[in-house]
């Protein structure tokens, strides 16, 4: 199952193989620059406007390699939060935003090298950053968490986080400990969130998730045993709902609605 059509296949991160070149611009604080129409704003690779600052390459797709810059806001332009904005793309530009904005994060958050402290330049030869001192070659971080879709005949397991908009209820999530597999992960974020026993998760499908660096492992489970408890450290409310009366879910674009869509289309047809 692939939440974002078939372009994630054509994605080719870390090189330019493309005939054009397009700058993604974002700033200091994590915002994007957007056009007229709140899309991101596409700028050519020698627009003077970015001139004060260095392009990282993310990718091609579709014969287009996409950069990224990062920097205090340029005046002319019109910023957005990227959160609401990227959510809102289910287009060609959810994948290179993604990456551009991962890629920006990692140039940003290892200029100096983690063993020795002194600074680090980008490798020559793939998408690290090299310690001339000491070798040591860092590259851009990835933090596995698991998102699971818990059922119970008609009935889907959803709760709401505080950051959430109001009314929306979404699939549980959890980062992966150190030493642990994705489905022991499962297990234990379940619990540990809602207080609820599930059978073996079942793996649906992936998606990388730039805030800031997740790849979102999605699992389904069925309940086994056990009544809501919920963590009230992490959410504030958990309920079953029936898939005929479902609350405000999560956006199309993301791996839990398409989770959730799924098997509401299966037990309907
Ligand atoms: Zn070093």
Same mark, same amino acid.
């Given at each position: 199952m692939n939440w974002l059509g078939d372009q994630e296949t054509r994605?080719?991160?870390?090189?330019?193989?493309?005939?054009?070149?397009?700058?993604?611009?974002?700033?200091?604080?994590r915002m994007i620059a957007v056009d007229t129409n709140g899309d991101p704003l596409l700028l050519d690779l020698d627009d003077a406007v970015f001139a004060d600052?260095?392009?990282?390459?993310?990718?091609?797709?579709?014969?287009?390699?996409y950069y990224g810059v990062r920097g205090e806001k340029i005046c002319s332009l019109r910023y957005? !939060?990227?959160?609401? +904005? #990227?959510?809102?793309?289910?287009? =060609?530009?959810?994948?290179?935003?993604?990456?551009?904005?991962?890629?920006?994060?990692?140039?940003?958050?290892?200029?100096?090298?983690?063993?020795?402290?002194?600074?680090?330049?980008?490798s020559k030869s793939d998408r690290g950053r090299t310690c001339e001192s000491c070798q040591l070659t860092q590259y851009p971080r990835i933090?596995?968490?698991?998102?699971?879709l818990v059922t119970r005949s008609d009935e889907i397991l959803l709760a709401r986080a505080p950051r959430f908009v109001a009314g929306?209820?979404?699939?549980?999530?959890?980062?992966?400990?150190?030493?642990?597999?994705?489905?022991h992960a499962c297990h234990r974020e379940i619990f540990e969130e809602v207080g609820v026993e599930i059978s073996k998760p079942v793996y649906q499908g992936?998606?990388?998730? !730039?805030?800031?660096? +997740? #790849?979102?492992?999605?699992?389904? =489970?069925?309940?086994?045993?056990?009544?809501?408890?919920?963590?009230?450290n992490e959410i504030i409310d958990a309920q079953w709902f029936k898939i005929d009366n479902l609350p405000k879910l999560p956006p199309k674009a993301s791996i839990?609605?398409?989770?959730?869509?799924?098997?509401?289309?299966?037990r309907v047809n």
């Open positions: 994605w080719q991160p870390g090189l330019a193989l493309g005939k054009l070149s397009r700058v993604i611009v974002t700033s200091d604080d600052y260095e392009p990282v390459l993310a990718g091609t797709l579709n014969d287009v390699n957005e !939060p990227l959160r609401p +904005s #990227l959510i809102q793309i289910r287009s =060609a530009q959810f994948v290179p935003v993604s990456a551009a904005m991962q890629v920006l994060d990692f140039s940003r958050e290892h200029q100096f090298c983690g063993q020795c402290g002194r600074s680090t330049s980008p933090s596995p968490c698991v998102i699971v929306m209820y979404s699939t549980l999530a959890g980062f992966v400990e150190a030493g642990e597999s994705a489905e992936s998606q990388s998730w !730039p805030f800031k660096h +997740s #790849l979102m492992l999605g699992y389904r =489970a069925e309940w086994r045993f056990g009544d809501i408890r919920i963590d009230e839990s609605r398409g989770m959730i869509d799924a098997f509401v289309s299966e």
